[in-house]
T-cell receptor, first 113, second 119 residues
Framework: GDSVTQMEGPVTLSEEAFLTINCTYTATGYPSLFWYVQYPGEGLQLLLKATKADDKGSNKGFEATYRKETTSFHLEKGSVQVSDSAVYFCALILIQGAQKLVFGQGTRLTINP | GAVVSQHPSRVICKSGTSVKIECRSLDFQATTMFWYRQFPKQSLMLMATSNEGSKATYEQGVEKDKFLINHASLTLSTLTVTSAHPEDSSFYIC???????????????FGDGTRLSIL
């Protein structure tokens, strides 16, 4: 079945460090890919998305490129801030079928000052 | 941007009580809404897909009679946890997709969640 696998956390970095959170997917069709962020006690917010191969999604300094050849959508940021501390979820949705979001397990990120 | 309001944000009640959670799309219409459950430090588990004017579609293993879903309008879906027990304690999150957006690639918009604690 369709699935998303994320880098296991928790991830702890110092402020201004470079961030990579790995995400790979398995899909029977041709998915759209998303990164969502969840701050403590809140719901999910869309961070960025990409709908076709080689698309790059970007927002708030975060970037992720849809790599069909490696079935990956890794999240990167050049210089993290304390306010980036949150849980990050990679997700996919297939155009065909039930069009349900399939989430990875989430990666908890903590940024220390 | 698209806003989804979920209410209440937190509920604490006794075992055996039924609890209703509301999910509203404030500035768009949503033919389809989704209900998720999240356990501590875990990912979101889709419980059901709520369809306006028709029956909800439940995921395998989710009890229909336990988790009643009603989607009576294009801006409101409700989840009722009937005769709640401590094992139903969890974080419940709803999401909605803008019906006005033609592409299914459009993201779902999430509410802020409801933390349900059953004593």
């Amino acid at each position: 079945g369709d699935s998303v696998t994320q880098m296991e956390g928790p991830v702890t970095l110092s402020e201004e460090a470079f961030l990579t959170i790995n995400c790979t997917y398995t899909a029977t069709g041709y998915p759209s890919l998303f990164w969502y962020v969840q701050y403590p006690g809140e719901g999910l917010q869309l961070l960025l998305k990409a709908t076709k191969a080689d698309d790059k999604g970007s927002n708030k300094g975060f970037e992720a490129t849809y790599r069909k050849e490696t079935t990956s959508f890794h999240l990167e940021k050049g210089s993290v801030q304390v306010s980036d501390s949150a849980v990050y979820f990679c997700a996919l949705i297939l155009i065909q079928g039930a069009q349900k979001l399939v989430f990875g397990q989430g990666t908890r990120l903590t940024i220390n000052p | 941007g698209a806003v989804v309001s979920q209410h209440p944000s937190r509920v604490i009640c006794k075992s055996g009580t039924s609890v209703k959670i509301e999910c509203r799309s404030l500035d768009f219409q949503a033919t389809t809404m989704f209900w998720y459950r999240q356990f501590p430090k875990q990912s979101l588990m889709l419980m059901a897909t709520s369809n306006e004017g028709s029956k909800a579609t439940y995921e395998q293993g989710v009890e229909k009679d336990k988790f009643l879903i009603n989607h009576a309008s294009l801006t409101l879906s409700t989840l009722t946890v009937t005769s709640a027990h401590p094992e139903d304690s969890s974080f419940y999150i709803c999401s909605a997709r803008d019906s006005g957006q033609l592409s299914v690639n459009q993201p779902q918009h999430f509410g802020d969640g409801t933390r349900l604690s059953i004593l």
